[in-house]
């Protein structure tokens, strides 16, 4: 079944929703919604589950037209955040009662609980209620109660947000080999940029109602279309420092200087936008090309094993993605290094027009 959007607009007393949403989703695909929280993740989801009609547009299975038609004559199934079981019935029957309610065989039913409790690892838990297990183990029973259904489109909105991250790394790689086994869709939604890359399949960027992007994971990372899409695909957001290029070079508001590339000879002279992620720049330089700037620090935010070090100078500020724990004095002086082929470049309208080198880091002649 393919599940498709056609100008999808949802309007709520006067306030777009959704703007225009044209998504097609292809049978047996792990699709990902990446926004940040009110983007319109969960209302796309409503929309395309039947929970709530479009106020324009069209929502298509299999090319049929499913506005109108009641979510209970849908074959759809809908994972949340919260923990939603059925408190006082055992694990068990909450895996079954989908299959119950479509009237299945007690004995079709106990051998597709025990296949998929077997493949979630939640066996020993079937005779449990669900407040006598852990956070895990209950989503565990909510995506196999999900999941026995055998739904032809089957929506997951942040289900693993209250998880610890031990447990959310689990389920992820669970995901993703459970949906390598099934022709179901499968539509996540998160707003966390390194989830949408861990899960991978295909990403649709949402802003503010819209579709700002949309395509296979990796290339929508490594390719975004604008500025808001290399923001909001990146945690902590891309950095941008506006520059100017001229015959001979780029400068960064009149203070960095660095020699044209052959890489960006073609863009002509002008005012720009120069996007770098923070986990490219560096303490060292790593390339023989990469750019010094003289910084002072603001702040260094250790977070477990990373470094989150916000440095500024005099006309703009920069965040750096460091691995390892980097101690460091408020105002202190330091040097940090660009790797000039990483720079993504917009124009000014924000529309990129240079993607960055995806060659490897190190010692580059040519």
Do not use: W
Request: charged residues 20%; negative net charge.
């Amino acid at each position: 079944m393919s599940l498709t959007l056609e100008n999808v607009t949802q309007i709520v007393d006067g306030q777009y929703y959704i703007n225009e949403a044209n998504l097609t989703f292809e049978p047996g695909s792990f699709n990902v919604l990446l926004g940040r929280t009110l983007s319109g993740k969960t209302s796309l989801m409503r929309l395309m589950a039947g929970l709530e009609q479009p106020t324009s547009g069209r929502v298509l299975m299999n090319g049929r037209d499913m506005n109108g038609v009641s979510i209970q004559k849908r074959n759809v199934s809908m994972v949340y955040q919260q923990f939603i079981n059925y408190p006082n019935m055992s694990v068990f029957d909450n895996i079954a009662s989908p299959l119950r309610l479509a009237k299945e065989s007690e004995a079709s039913i106990k051998d597709k609980v025990m296949e998929i409790a077997e493949m979630l690892r939640i066996t020993p838990y079937l005779s449990r209620l669900p407040l006598e297990l852990s956070g895990g183990q209950q989503q565990r029973t909510a995506m196999a109660r999900a999941l026995i259904k055998d739904a032809d489109l089957i929506l997951f909105d942040e289900p693993l947000v209250n998880l610890d991250y031990k447990l959310r790394e689990e389920l992820r790689v669970e995901m993703r080999d459970l949906f390598a086994q099934r022709n179901t869709i499968a539509v996540y939604a998160t707003t966390e940029p390194n989830e949408a890359l861990a899960l991978g399949g295909t990403t649709t960027i949402l802003h503010e109602g819209r579709i700002i992007q949309s395509g296979p994971t990796a290339k929508t990372y490594h390719k975004p279309c604008n500025v808001i899409a290399a923001t909001l695909f990146n945690e902590p957001p891309i950095n941008m420092l506006p520059g100017r290029i001229t015959k001979t070079e780029v400068t960064f508001d009149n203070t960095v200087h660095f020699p044209l590339t052959s890489e960006l000879l073609s863009l002509g002279e002008g005012d720009y936008q120069f996007g770098i992620r923070p986990s490219h720049l560096s303490l060292l330089p790593k390339n023989d090309d990469d750019l010094e700037i003289s910084v002072q620090v603001e702040v260094a935010e250790i977070s477990g094993s990373e470094t989150f070090l916000h440095v500024r100078n005099l006309n703009f500020e920069m965040v750096l993605h460091l691995s390892g724990v980097h101690n460091y004095n408020v105002d202190e002086k330091i040097n940090i290094y660009v790797p000039i082929h990483k720079l993504n470049v917009f124009h000014k309208d924000g529309n990129l027009i240079h993607a960055a080198s995806r060659r490897i880091e190190g010692n580059y002649h040519g």
